[in-house]
């Protein structure tokens, strides 16, 4: 089945406690970016990947770094949390430049205390 | 600095009726817009993509159209059914390969 994997699902974690969020995608796309979701300002991009090795820049990157080094994943690293990154996060991917149809990851919801 | 706005925020309507869902955006130097679903707990579905050089895009109940001009598009969802309660997104790519979305309106058909 063709899809868009995030791993975890849920977590909650503490101020300064580096940590990773997996994404992965079946579907040999070339584009995949991260988004974050807050209430009352929809869904902002975080970070995006043209092709493996390729990374850049969304609305929202400060305090994120991201990585391609294979063409189906693209982890979303967060080197020190703070509470302000408590978020829903999504990944997502097309095939290839983003002006076609994205699919979406399940979302990751972070609770930083 | 593109700004993507959703008009209503929140909408109910009772079974079986005709809705319209707004979106605007302030810079008409687009790709594409294109209109998502959002289940709670789920993660948001591609509903329809209308590429900058059309006028609308139909999928079953559903018609998007786009007037790139004044920067406004419209989800036009026939005979309404509970199934299709959800936030329904909209969101534009522009230069520099990045997608923008509205806030959202939140729908809710009732039976």
């Known amino acids: 089945e063709a899809q868009v994997t995030q791993n975890p699902r849920y977590l909650i974690t503490v101020t300064g406690k580096k940590l990773t969020v997996t994404c992965s995608q079946n579907?040999?796309?070339?584009?995949m970016s991260w988004y974050r979701q807050d209430p009352g300002l929809g869904l902002r991009q975080i970070y995006y990947s043209m092709n493996v090795e390729v990374t850049d820049k969304g609305d929202v990157p400060e305090g994120y770094k991201v990585s391609r080094k294979e063409k189906r994943n693209f982890p979303l690293i967060l080197e020190s949390p703070s509470p302000n990154q408590t978020s829903l996060y999504f990944c997502?991917?097309?095939?290839?430049?983003?002006?076609?149809?994205?699919?979406f990851g399940p979302g990751t919801r972070l609770l930083v205390l | 600095k593109q700004e993507v706005t959703q008009i209503p925020a929140a909408l109910s309507v009772p079974e079986g009726e005709n809705l319209v869902l707004n979106c605007s955006f302030t810079d008409s130097a687009i790709y594409n817009l294109q209109w998502f679903r959002q289940d709670p707990g789920k993660g948001l579905t591609s509903l329809l993509l209308i590429q900058s050089s059309q006028r609308e895009q139909t999928s079953g109940r559903l018609n998007a159209s786009l007037d790139k001009s004044s920067g406004r598009s419209t989800l036009y969802i026939a005979a309404s059914q509970p199934g299709d309660s959800a936030t329904y997104l909209c969101a534009v790519t522009g230069y520099g390969n990045k997608l923008v979305f509205g806030a959202g309106t939140i729908l809710r058909v009732k039976s």
């Open positions: 997502a991917s097309s095939p290839g430049r983003v002006s076609e149809t994205q699919y």
């Open positions: 579907m040999n796309h070339e584009y």
